[in-house]
């Protein structure tokens, strides 16, 4: 059975704003873009890095690479999920130590995912600052974790699925609402 | 995509998606042992046993450092003959190790099918790191994952194994491994050391390696081992060396980017030339590096993840 599509909260005008505003905070809040790295959580949060990355160079002509974080050897769940997780590969061709790191994910939840994707990056260096963005802050932290740039807020339901779809994967751009199957 | 073994025993009894599974996994934990901090915390909390009943260095500790870089605790047991002259038997040895609460168990043992013997009462997950002549199941993956590096696609790739096919267990799992990734196989040898039945596994048997070497991707050489070399399955080393031995000239007859392969230790001067364990196609090291990242990646998928009914 299909999951059931609650509600549609973001669309891709939607997405590009937010993608806007957190870049004009991030320029605000990093006076020295050049020491700024973006590391995004694989899948979704590669791509809303890439894009972050793209926006800055258009505000202000500063690029700002991007790697990518493979969380899998990290996860504090091991014990408890039912098969392996396939691992794949962290490639971040950058140092970075001493540098401002921005981290990036689709969607901020129980804090668990952040939580191993620094212990992650602390493993590779040392790095100056560690910030969050995220697209979707949708509550029920189980950590003590913050996001410093946040897309939207968004209260959900526990049982509830925010599904982030972004055009470089899912052919479109759409913040969605679901239910798993089976449940009124 | 899944890896759902409880154990690995051999080669034999698993599929291509499997080796693939493997081998891409591998592709991951590479870029660990190239790292500043070699350690993920993956494995924390779970104790591995290095059970070595024969020598051995380089697979010992290759899988040691591979657990220790996933932050498993390893306890290595080194049962020479000394100790296995008090007279404890193998099940019971498994047994008193297993009082202990280990999660997986790594065998090696003269006996083909002690593995498998143990994986019959063990609770442990049991890694095959050598049995007698029968499996060889990493060190096949480790050179598949170095053929891969090289060679992209094992499909029609033409290699050529020399040496005591007899008594090889490396070149058991090898043959095991590539039949089912499609390579062609040309064994290579003494006759007394090169029974005909091998050609069964679908391989081609060729007792002259001048003529073998014509066209190679791959010629990987085994040892010779030296010490049963008392029960004379050649007449003489010099001849052995004459016939067998990897020469430049006679690696000259295979494909220009060809690569030689080794699973050590060499006997420099015997199966090959010392100018052709050394030389750029020579990848008898890479050999050695890609053992911790196969290791890694079979420690991982064989431990990470719940307990798995028993399938092997």
Known sequence: MEEKIKAKVMDSRKIKRALHRMTTEIIERNRNLKNVVIVGIRTRGIYVGKRISKLINELEKVNVPVGVLDITLYRDDFSESEAQHMVKKTEIDFPVAKKDVLLVDDVLFTGRTIRAAMDSLIDLGRPKTIQLLVLVDRGHRELPIRADYVGKFLPTSKREIVQVRLKEIDNSDEVLITEPPGIK | ?312
């Open chain 2, 1 to 312: 995509m899944a890896f759902t073994h409880k154990h690995l025993l051999g080669i034999q009894n698993l599929t291509v998606s499997e080796i693939t599974t493997v081998l891409d996994t591998a592709e991951s934990f590479y870029e660990i042992s190239t790292r500043e901090v070699k350690k993920v915390p993956t494995l924390i909390g779970k104790t591995i046993i290095n059970l070595f009943f024969e020598p051995s260095t380089r697979t010992r500790s290759s899988f040691e450092l591979a657990a220790k870089r996933l932050s498993a605790d390893i306890v290595n047991f080194n049962l020479n003959a000394s100790s296995a002259a008090k007279g404890e038997t193998f099940k019971d040895t498994i047994l008193n190790l297993e009082a202990m609460n280990p999660d997986a168990i790594i065998i090696r043992h003269s006996c083909s099918g002690a593995s498998h013997y143990a994986s019959t009462f063990s609770q442990s997950n049991i890694i095959n790191a050598g049995d007698g002549s029968h499996e060889h199941p990493t060190q096949a993956l480790l050179d598949a994952f170095t053929m891969r590096q090289e060679k992209k696609d094992f499909q029609n790739l033409k290699v050529v194994i020399v040496g005591d096919i007899l008594h090889s267990r490396v070149a058991r799992s090898n043959i095991f491994l590539l039949r089912k990734m499609g390579a062609r196989i040309t064994l290579v040898g003494p006759p007394s050391l090169l029974p005909e039945e091998f050609k069964k596994f679908g391989v081609e048997i060729d007792f002259n390696l001048d003529h073998a070497v014509k066209g190679a991707d791959v010629i990987m050489m085994l040892r010779i081992q030296m010490e049963r070399q008392t029960k004379n399955f050649f007449p003489s080393v010099r001849e052995y060396r004459n016939l067998y031995s990897l020469s430049a000239q006679r690696f000259g007859r295979a494909k220009k980017n060809a690569i030689i392969m080794h699973p050590g230790p060499i006997n420099r001067g015997v199966e090959l030339t010392a100018d052709m364990a050394d030389c750029a196609k020579s990848v008898i090291l890479k050999q050695v590096e890609n053992g911790i990242a196969v290791r890694m990646a079979v420690l991982y998928l064989l431990l990470g993840g719940k307990d798995r009914e028993a399938i092997d």
